[in-house]
């Protein structure tokens, strides 16, 4: 979510796109870590996104000096919309979490594996093009291909956009995408707000959680957008 912010705001299309990255490593392990405590982590997921994903991400990071800055902008904000619309018109927990209760062992739809291993290349490659950790793809991917209740998909996508931050920091830092300056002020920023936001998700209903969450995308997306 830096990077619409951060356009908004004035800065220059690259360093809106790839400054808040390295930020999201310490907000999201703060964060992770009071999902691991509610028990809500799925290790499963975790080391397949993160074994897949990390080479498809630096792969999409060294691709993104030749998609250009605005499209990748462009994309950003239409990605935001229309995940934004999906969760607020289509929620799907209730029918996740009827899921859930009939099959107490844990969720693995047909053909588990071969989803997981697409998501995390899927997510990894358009994470490297926009340079960010991948967390907003995430939690709808692990929603709607992998069947995991909103706060598994959460608590989730929080680890595994720890870890993909990291190659995706390094390729963008030597590529000369990043201004450490901006970086450190979204850090000071995001780190009380993720451990607040966090606790305030666990504690929320899953049904009103995934409503707030497809407001708050639908809203920033179509603010993003007419503002480029």
């Known amino acids: 979510m830096g990077t619409p912010l951060l356009s908004l705001l004035g800065y220059p299309g690259f360093v809106a796109v790839a400054s808040p990255l390295p930020a999201a490593i310490p907000s999201t392990l703060v964060a992770s870590a ?59 927990d209730r029918s996740l979490a009827k899921e859930a209760t009939e099959n107490p062992q844990g969720l693995r739809p047909a ?37 995991q209740p909103m706060k598994k998909a959460f608590a989730c996508s929080l680890a595994v956009s720890a870890a993909l931050a990291v190659p995706g920091t390094v390729v963008h830092a030597y590529l000369g995408h990043i201004s450490w300056l901006v970086t450190s002020l979204v850090v000071l920023g995001s780190i009380p707000f993720s451990l607040m936001g966090a606790r305030l998700a666990i504690k929320t209903r899953s049904a009103m959680l995934e409503r707030w969450y497809g407001l708050a995308l639908t809203c920033l997306g179509i603010f993003f957008l007419f503002h480029l």
């Open 34 to 92: 009071e999902y691991w405590r509610s028990r809500l982590l799925d290790w499963e997921i975790v080391w397949w996104s993160v074994g897949i994903g990390t080479p498809a991400i630096m792969a999409g990071s060294f691709l993104s000096p030749y998609a250009g800055a605005k499209p990748l902008l462009v994309v950003t904000g239409l990605l935001v919309l229309g995940f934004g619309i999906s969760f607020l018109f289509f929620p799907k």
């Open 111 to 147: 053909y588990w594996r071969v989803r997981l291993i697409s998501v995390a290349i899927g997510v990894g490659l358009i994470s490297g093009l926009l340079a960010n950790a991948g967390g907003f793809l995430l939690v709808p991917c692990y929603t709607m291909f992998l069947k």
